[in-house]
């Protein structure tokens, strides 16, 4: 039978649907379970080359669930004060570890096949714009390739840093201030930084003077203060 314009969706579908059939037994679904709803779920290899392992990223704790699903996943704790952290392998070993930024200190932490979990090595301490007091940690890229070397990338106040997993300063770059500092008076705007703005309450003067000295820059509408006339009040 020659196939018509309304038969090839048809057959299309059904061609899907012989195939996914055929596939069902190749997939196994294992539920996984999260406590917070904002749990960061991701894949990554706990050995360089090996099958990819589910993360999960919950809290302060991060589970990693085998290929084999009748073992145990492996927990890590991560410290109290963590915020970012990567997966890499930082060492050149094989193996990925777990780099996490803990206040003003740079972690590491090994990840084992096993449920036994070792504690967290220092790398080296510096103050860094990612030790932000998060109320949770989160994923962030630490560890980026540079000249034939894996180091890690680190922002500071007014520049981004990278260093090696020793604290070696390898190369820096000029960056903005990450927080811009409240504005200050100039000749050209001498009024502080406008509080809400508040309009009169009923039954009081709906005009002010115009002079400079005196015209509020907060007002959501005013005259340029070159104005002679008295600048309406907004209504209340």
Request: with cysteine; glycine share 4%.
């Amino acid at each position: 039978m020659i196939a018509s314009p309304h038969t090839r969706p048809l057959a299309s579908l059904a061609m899907l649907i012989a195939a996914s059939i055929s596939l069902a037994g190749s997939f196994h679904i294992v539920p996984v379970p999260i406590k917070h709803p904002d749990a960061q779920v991701f894949a990554a290899q706990i050995k360089i080359g090996a099958p990819a392992r589910v993360w999960v990223l919950d809290g302060n704790k991060i589970r990693i669930y085998p290929t084999n699903t009748n073992a145990e996943p492996i927990t890590i704790n991560l410290p109290e004060e963590s915020s970012a952290l990567d997966i890499a392998d930082i060492d050149g070993d094989g193996l990925n570890e777990i780099i996490v930024i803990d206040g003003n200190r740079i972690l590491k932490i090994a990840v084992q096949n096993n449920a036994q979990e070792k504690e967290p090595e220092v790398l080296f301490a510096l103050e860094t714009a990612l030790a932000d007091g998060a109320s949770k940690p989160y994923l962030h890229v630490l560890a980026v390739p540079y000249q034939n070397q894996t180091v890690l990338a680190l922002p500071r106040n007014n520049q981004f840093e990278l260093r090696s997993i020793k604290g070696d300063l390898i190369d820096s770059f000029p960056m903005p201030p990450l927080a811009a500092p409240n504005p200050k008076p100039t000749p050209y705007s001498p009024q502080p930084p406008c509080a809400p703005y508040k309009p009169r309450p009923l039954g009081q003067s709906n005009s002010r003077p115009s002079h400079p000295s005196t015209v509020n820059p907060c007002s959501p509408k005013h005259s340029h203060p070159s104005s002679p006339h008295p600048i309406p009040h907004p209504e209340a």
